[in-house]
């Protein structure tokens, strides 16, 4: 186990170096990205919308939008991890002597760590234009803590994926086109209960809405007005939807990485 967590912190301070010799991809597609639809629903849309239930937009928004953020982690994992295995670069640690399972939870461990700068400071950027947690710090670590585990989940989707698709860019540039898709058939935006009824129940189910909603409850903000059993009990599935989603894609990439030339 001691061999295994140091080839991981190793392979950790990898991906970190690299992000340091290229701040410019790190700042443009992990903060500024978020924030610009941030400000574009905030402001330019925010306006039109109405949150059921009552309450401001804004604070409805911004849980929500720190939800969506954790999706983009399936394909800035997917690209970093694709990229390795393409150029060679995977198969040569597999011929070194380390853990196999080093390469994919040190790049985890370097994600993780840029999600929480990252969450950060698009919490700054909530708190710069009017959103406010109402039920205290506990609750508020509690949040983060939900959206960090939500990240960690979709992370090693995006590591399945990379190495599935590795020597097919066009199915890679595809799997990223669809995180949109993933994020709007959910509540980040808009409320469930705005959607047609069969809508909004697909909508209720995917993962990201748990999440999202679990965030409001615990930040103090609007919740939507949905009052089906999954959205009663969205803390709870805030837990259970990433813990199975890591539970089938965690022992997938390890597999798949130890498989990868087959």
Known sequence: MAWAVSDAITLARRDLAHWQRQPGVVIANTLLFPIMIVLMFGYLLGGAMTVPGGGDYREFLLPGMFAMTMVFGIGTTMVAVSSDAARGITDRFRSMPMSSSAVL???????????????AVLIGCGLAIGWYPHNGLGNALAAAGLLLLLRFAFLWIGAYLGLLFHADPEAVTAVRTLEFPIGFLANPFVATATMPA?????????????????????????????????????????????????????????????????
């Open 198 to 262: 069969w809508l909004g129940a697909i909508a209720a189910w995917n993962p990201l809405s748990s999440t999202a909603t679990a965030a409001r409850e615990l930040f103090g903000n609007p919740t939507g007005n949905d009052h089906s059993w999954i959205a009663e009990h969205s803390v709870l599935m805030a837990i259970v939807w990433p813990m199975l989603l890591i539970a089938i894609f965690l022992p997938l990439s390890i597999h798949r990485y130890r498989h990868l030339s087959s």
């Open 105 to 119: 939870v040190g790049r985890a461990l370097a994600d993780m760590l840029n999600s929480t700068i990252a969450l």
